[in-house]
């Protein structure tokens, strides 16, 4: 039997989902982001400072660019590389940390890594193409590792025996 969901991801979205439990609900909720512009951007661009990518461009040093100028640069650890060797470190790095993303999906790791590939090949307009599936996944991670919302809750509404249910109080 359907249940109805409340989702709340802290003051920026509210929502009701109808499923048969939390993890459908939450499934469910990500699907619906799909239709969401600044979500599917941020997993579409693959820019390495506004989007999901940025998450992978980093080291145990700290992040590969930095702006003290106001444009983007490279950071001191990253200048004190051969600079023949610079674009593998960093290249090494995104995998490895695509892959710690997707940690139990190395296929989706691998479908994000071609797709960053075709990227560099095919210039600065392409898109990206994946399948539902992916985005759905990837959604649920950016929510849960991120700090896409500043809060996220499922709380599941049960009006069976009272006609009254708090689902959230600021």
């Known amino acids: 039997m359907s249940k109805f969901f409340a989702v709340h991801g802290g003051e920026s979205i509210y929502a009701v989902v109808k499923a048969h439990s939390k993890e459908e609900a939450f499934t469910e909720f990500a699907r619906g982001l ?44 990253v200048l004190a590389i051969e600079e023949h060797r610079r674009n593998d470190y960093i290249d090494s790095h995104v995998a490895k940390n695509a892959y710690d993303f997707w940690e139990d999906k190395f296929e989706y790791a691998e479908m994000y890594l071609q797709e960053l590939e075709n990227s560099h090949m095919k210039g600065l307009d392409y898109k990206p193409s994946f399948p539902e599936e992916f985005y759905i996944d990837t959604i649920k991670r950016i929510i849960q590792r991120t700090k896409w919302f500043t809060e996220f809750e499922i709380i599941e509404i049960d009006l069976e025996n009272k006609n009254y249910q708090l689902i959230y109080r600021y």
Request: no cysteine.
């Open 34 to 77: 799909m239709d969401d512009d600044r979500m599917m951007d941020e997993i579409n661009s693959l820019s390495a400072t506004e989007s999901l990518l940025e998450q992978f461009f980093h080291d145990e040093n700290g992040h590969f660019f930095q702006s003290t100028t106001g444009e983007l640069e490279l950071s001191p650890s």
